[in-house]
T-cell receptor, first 114, second 110 residues
Framework: EAGVVQSPRYKIIEKKQPVAFWCNPI?????LYWYLQNLGQGPELLIR????????DSQLPKDRFSAERLKGVDSTLKIQPAELGDSAVYLC????????????FGPGTRLTVT | KQEVTQIPAALSVPEGENLVLNCSFT??????LQWFRQDPGKGLTSLLL?????REQTSGRLNASLDKSSGRSTLYIAASQPGDSATYLC?????????FGSGTRLSIRP
């Protein structure tokens, strides 16, 4: 079974530039999560999708962050414009299928904003 | 508001020892608790998931317990090996949120 796929793995951009991350969840998983992880900390939920509906985006900074999951499968997280404080690892996870609630994570995208 | 704490932040033990990692949470109204390991520069790997109706789960040398009334979970690792060196995180799932602890960085000395 293929795992959660994320791209790119690394991204370096200058502040004020836009950036986008892509995630393809495990086949059949209806729930998709985007997390932000700072060094030495646990992941913090940014947004959770049930199929194509964003059911929890309370922690998403909507002035600069946006996300979409148009067909209920893969998802894109965008930051525009990026700030120095956005440097972190962005993790995607999915859950569903016959072991509901167990989350499976992708390798993450390490973003560096200079 | 749910708060999840993992103490200690770091732990170093010699190879072969049995050890216990701790996770505490403040709100007992949870759906489940999941333990992960994270290797440097990598994503999280699921180890064990305990539903709220369960007391423990076992996988190989790992055993996780859950005591909702006291707001605690432990991850027991038997006969530790250098390959167990990683950061271990717990995540508490409830109706509204999934909250992670900051993790325990485990180092197994050969």
């Amino acid at each position: 079974e293929a795992g959660v796929v994320q791209s790119p793995r690394y991204k370096i951009i200058e502040k004020k530039q836009p950036v986008a991350f892509w995630c393809n969840p495990i086949s059949g998983h209806n729930t998709l999560y985007w997390y932000l992880q700072n060094l030495g900390q646990g992941p913090e939920l940014l947004i959770r999708y049930e199929n194509e509906e964003a059911v929890d985006d309370s922690q998403l900074p909507k002035d600069r962050f946006s996300a979409e999951r148009l067909k209920g499968v893969d998802s894109t997280l965008k930051i525009q414009p990026a700030e120095l404080g956005d440097s972190a690892v962005y993790l995607c996870a999915s859950s569903g299928g016959d072991r509901d609630y167990e989350q499976y994570f992708g390798p993450g995208t390490r973003l560096t904003v200079t | 508001k749910q708060e999840v704490t993992q103490i200690p932040a770091a732990l170093s033990v010699p190879e072969g020892e049995n050890l216990v990692l701790n996770c505490s949470f403040t709100d007992s109204a949870i759906y489940n608790l999941q333990w992960f390991r994270q290797d440097p520069g990598k994503g999280l790997t699921s180890l064990l998931l305990i539903q709220s109706s369960q007391r423990e789960q076992t996988s190989g040398r790992l055993n996780a317990s859950l005591d909702k009334s006291s707001g605690r979970s432990t991850l027991y690792i038997a006969a530790s090996q250098p390959g167990d060196s990683a950061t271990y995180l717990c995540a508490v799932g409830s109706a509204s949120k999934i909250i992670f602890g900051s993790g325990t960085r485990l180092s197994i000395r050969p």
